[in-house]
C-alpha cells in the first residue's frame, strides 16, 4: 500500500531533550515535506525536499532541522524543543512536477513539549 | 505569493441541510486549488482539485467545488449533509514553480447535527 509513514504517533517530551520525528515514504517520491498544524492557522510548512541532499526551508523553520540521506527518509529534529513547538506534525510526499495533483500525508505525530 | 482565507472558522448545519465552506486565495502566478478533509484524530485526505478544464469539480461523495477566478473563489458546496461529513475541511493552492508549498487556509469546522 502507497503510505507515508510517521513515528511516533504521540510524544510527550521535556523542553531541551532532543528527539526525531521519523517519516518514511513507499511511493520513490522526490518531494518530501513537513508541516506544522495549530489551530486556527491552519497547516505551515517548516521543512521542504526536492530530492536526496536537497533541503530547504519553509515558512516557520526556527528550532527545527531536518536531513535527507535518503530517498525514501525525511526526518524532522528539534534539538532543544520549547513548549512553543507543542504542534500536530504532518509529513507529506508527492513526485516532482506532480505535486500539482496534491500530496499524500502521513497521519500525524502530536507532539507536547512540557 | 500566495494566501489562503477560509471565511467561516465554524459551520453548524442540520443533516440533510446544504453547505458552502468559503474559500478565497491570492497569488501573483496561476494556481491550482485543492480541498483537503481531516476527520477526528486522523491525516488529510485529498477531497478535490482543480487543475484546468472544467471550473465544476466533484468528489466521490457528494462534494463540489466551484473554480472563480475573477472572484478568486474555490467555496466548497453539498447539497444534502450527513453526520459522517463532520470534520474540519482545508482549502489549500499550489503553484508549479518555486518550493512548491501547499499553501493552506485555516481551516473550517462542519458540524453536522441530528
Known amino acids: 500500500e502507497a503510505q507515508v509513514t510517521q513515528n511516533p504517533r504521540y510524544l510527550i517530551t521535556v523542553t531541551g531533550k532532543k528527539l526525531t520525528v521519523t517519516c518514511s515514504q513507499n511511493m520513490n517520491h522526490e518531494y518530501m515535506s513537513w508541516y506544522r498544524q495549530d489551530p486556527g492557522l491552519g497547516l505551515r510548512q517548516i521543512y521542504y525536499?526536492?530530492?536526496?541532499?536537497?533541503?530547504d526551508k519553509g515558512d516557520v523553520p526556527e528550532g527545527y532541522k531536518v536531513s535527507r540521506k535518503e530517498k525514501r527518509n525525511f526526518p524532522l529534529i528539534l534539538e532543544s524543543p520549547s513548549p512553543n513547538q507543542t504542534s500536530l506534525y504532518f509529513c507529506?510526499?508527492?513526485?516532482?512536477?506532480?505535486?500539482?495533483?496534491?500530496?499524500?500525508f502521513g497521519s500525524g505525530t502530536r507532539l507536547t513539549v512540557v | 505569493a500566495q494566501s489562503v482565507t477560509q471565511l467561516d472558522s465554524q459551520v453548524p448545519v442540520f443533516e440533510e441541510a446544504p453547505v458552502e465552506l468559503r474559500c478565497n486565495y491570492s497569488s501573483s502566478v496561476s494556481v491550482y486549488l485543492f480541498w483537503y478533509v481531516q476527520y477526528p484524530n486522523q491525516g488529510l485526505q485529498l477531497l478535490l482539485k482543480?487543475?484546468?478544464?472544467?471550473?465544476l469539480v466533484e468528489s466521490i461523495n457528494g462534494f463540489e467545488a466551484e473554480f472563480n477566478k475573477s472572484q478568486t473563489s474555490f467555496h466548497l458546496r453539498k447539497p444534502s449533509v450527513h453526520i459522517s461529513d463532520t470534520a474540519e475541511y482545508f482549502c489549500a493552492v499550489i503553484s508549479d514553480t518555486g518550493r512548491r508549498a501547499l499553501t493552506f487556509g485555516s481551516g473550517t469546522r462542519l458540524q453536522v447535527q441530528p
Open positions: 507529506a510526499s508527492s513526485l516532482m512536477g506532480q505535486g500539482v495533483y496534491g500530496y499524500t
Open positions: 525536499s526536492m530530492n536526496v541532499e536537497v533541503t
Open positions: 482543480y487543475l484546468s478544464g472544467s471550473t
